[in-house]
């Protein structure tokens, strides 16, 4: 099973920026990664994904501010977030689908943004 380790959550404060790093030990499988989000009291939602030929989804409340991109060389996955607001403080999870349909998580990296 893939291995996933997120990092780069904090404290950011509203209209400022932040760069969530995805770690995948091996991408030979990988059919698409992507990042989601869970605040409390709410179900995990999709923020963004890429599949392995490059086709990326946003969903439409970070399209515009938030870009997902890899590192290929270094098995990196990144969500850069711009522009943010209270509304996106959350646990960032990492999540990735193999070629054979099992998905990997990882433990998540929480995001605060004060007002």
């Known amino acids: 099973q893939v291995q996933l380790v997120e990092s780069g959550g904090g404290l950011v404060q509203a209209g400022g920026s932040r760069t969530l790093l995805c770690e995948i030990s091996?991408?030979?499988?990988?059919?698409?990664m992507g990042w989601y989000r869970q605040s409390p009291g709410k179900q995990r939602e999709l923020v963004a994904s890429?599949?392995?030929?490059?086709?990326?989804i946003y969903d439409d409340f970070v399209k515009g501010r938030f870009t997902i991109f890899e590192e290929k060389e270094e098995n990196n996955l990144y969500l850069r977030m711009n522009k943010v607001t209270p509304e996106d403080t959350a646990v960032y999870y990492c999540?990735?689908?193999?070629?054979?349909?099992?998905?990997?998580w990882g433990q998540g990296t929480q995001v605060t943004v004060s007002s």
């Open positions: 890429m599949t392995r030929d490059g086709d990326i």
């Open positions: 091996s991408r030979a499988l990988v059919n698409v």
């Open positions: 999540n990735v689908k193999s070629t054979l349909g099992i998905e990997s």
